[in-house]
């Protein structure tokens, strides 16, 4: 809102109290009187008639469109501003600075990558507990009874074995092909070793390979196979149940 700081013509009519009157009268401009509205007419018009030339419309030429290919990429152009300095190497802070101007630069970094190249995987951090849950406990626990056990009574143990690929194997989280292939692995060297037994007891060299020792470290590896394969899909943040 004006006040009568904004000048006479806004100065109310009564001077504010605690200011000194003027020492001459105040002459205050005459009001304009406000522009006469021109009235709309009674009623609307029935024709159009157009004032002065018109330009047909045959003869007005549509805009070119752009003849870019846009395929090809914008070129640049830089401008560098530098320092020239002196022989001395200091800049003198009265001199402009110097600028270079550079020709068009082409990149090509707006291009897509190569097909051959992939981005590198992520690597989650992963805890103790978070392996362990995802190994099955029940499965390493009774591996590593099984083992123990197996020096007393090593079919017991080889059973398990034999069982765990369809039992506990597919209880895992990750790998799950991975680690019944070791299983298996497991069991084919013990079989193998089993075979070499047999074979040397029955002739004149009379050897035993002590198959309980084996089967002890058969389900111990297996265990720690298992608890590796976990963090390994873990670490790498493969989905549940990936072989």
């Known amino acids: 809102m004006a006040t009568w700081k904004d000048g006479p013509r806004y ?6 109290i605690a200011f000194a009157e003027p020492a001459a009268a105040v002459s205050l401009a005459p009001a304009e009187a406000p522009t006469a509205v021109e009235e709309p007419p009674a009623e609307a018009p029935q024709e159009f008639a157009p004032q002065g030339t018109q330009i047909p419309l ?37 001199q402009p600075y110097h600028v270079v101007s550079s020709l068009p630069v082409v990149t090509s970094t707006w291009a897509a990558p190569a097909p051959m190249q992939t981005p590198a ?3 989650h951090s992963v805890r103790p507990s978070d392996c362990w ?16 056990v197996g020096l007393v009574q090593s079919f017991l143990a080889v059973a398990l074995l034999a069982a765990s690929p369809f039992i506990f194997v597919p209880r895992v989280r990750f790998r799950v092909k991975q680690l019944r292939n070791v299983n298996i692995g497991i ?21 035993d390979l002590d198959l309980s020792a084996w089967v002890l470290v058969g389900c111990w590896a297996l ?5 590796f394969l976990q963090w390994l899909g873990l670490r790498n943040g493969e989905t549940p149940n990936h072989t």
């Open 58 to 94: 045959e003869s007005v030429v549509p805009t070119p469109a752009s003849v870019r290919d846009p395929n090809t990429p914008f070129s640049t152009a830089t401008l560098l501003m530098g320092d020239e300095g002196t022989s001395t190497g200091v800049r003198i802070a009265t």
């Open 187 to 207: 069991l084919a060297v013990l079989f193998l070793g089993w075979i070499v037994t047999l074979v040397l007891d029955s002739s004149m060299y009379n050897l």
């Open 11 to 16: 100065a109310p009519l009564t001077r504010p």
């Open 133 to 148: 849950a995802a190994a099955y406990p029940p499965f390493v626990i009774t591996l590593a009874v099984a083992g123990i």
């Open 121 to 123: 995987p992520a690597v």
């Open 223 to 227: 265990a720690v196979v298992d608890i």
